[in-house]
């Protein structure tokens, strides 16, 4: 019997890649929010995930409930998790607002800085909300911060149209409260992720881990789109690498006043991004899909931190100067 309601709003990569997996399990009834142009296909054709491994490919095809109309939905999900990338986060927000209901719980997979980071009570910036990916501070008033739970994602997928996702490497997902408490909820999550073929692990600390992951990607995002490369190619450039170390070295202190720790160098990072071997960021995927790039939430989020607590941030205004200023010029910043 199916017990556990999980819808998962967008069906990108990410997306797309949790659905099939939640799929496995016979305890999960699942369903999918989708935009009304793809209804038809994908209830025709299903979540279809092909993954790569020892150079060869499965695919794999399941085949949960799509709905676009939340009117039309009478129950509220157990979960809802949130898979869209970051600059459609306020907009589907708005949509989604009426399939959470008063214990739904609702989980972001997504990128970046997010609007509760610094939500935690008692934390030195629970008053400051972050502009860049929370204007005005209206989130919480659509749907409250009590509903909210964190994830950060270590995987790479790529996806060709919603619904129709590969993935490449990692299976890791790390899930946290906004409040470090380890609840009910998110170790009851960690074990159905586990179940279904996920190296998840429920976190005391979410805001570390996602700074942490932060740390490596808000760098070599931005240069890839800025230059077209991938990141073999943008690490085997001492100048760029150079640059690159600044910026990290502006993050580490800001993460350091808010507490949060990394006792790693930048050179000790490189050197874990090197391992993952030539591939094109998310960011860069974005652009050459013609799709808005996640900038506010990857950079400006760190630069409006970097203000909150006192932390010049040069390089890093470099870097968001410069990427706005491309994306921009190009039509794909929000």
Known sequence: MKSLKVCIVGVGAIGTWLGVHLSRSNSVDLSCWVRSSSLERLR?????????????KATETVHPRFFSDVSLESDKPDWVIVCVKSTSLLDVTHQIKDLVGPFTHVL??????????????????????????NPGGIIQTIIPLKHWVGAVVHASCSSTQSGVATHHFGQDLIIGEPNRSLSARVKSLEELLLKVGFNA?????????????????????????????????????????????????????IGQALGIEIDQSPKDRHAI?????????????DLEANRPIEL?????????????????????????GLTRLKAKTIGLLN
Not at 119 to 130: D, M, S, T, V
Not at 273 to 282: E, V
Not at 296 to 304: D, F, I, R, S, T
């Open 44 to 56: 025709k054709d299903g979540l279809q995930l092909t993954s790569i491994k020892n150079g060869s």
């Open 273 to 285: 991004t090197a391992k993952l071997g030539a591939f094109k960021t998310s960011m860069l995927q």
């Open 108 to 133: 972001t997979a997504m990128n970046g800085v997010p609007w509760w980071f610094t939500a935690e009570k008692g934390a030195e910036l629970a008053h400051l909300n972050i502009e860049s990916v």
């Open 201 to 253: 692990k429920a976190s005391d600390h979410i805001q570390y881990d996602i700074w942490y992951k932060l740390w490596g990607n808000m760098t070599v995002n931005p240069v890839s789109v800025l230059t077209g490369a991938t990141t073999d190619k943008i690490l085997d450039d001492d100048l760029v690498l150079q640059f690159i170390s600044s910026i990290m070295l502006e993050a580490k202190a």
């Open 296 to 320: 506010n939430a990857l950079v400006a989020a760190v630069k409006e931190l970097g203000i909150g607590v006192g932390v010049k941030t040069p390089f890093t205004d470099v870097l968001l």
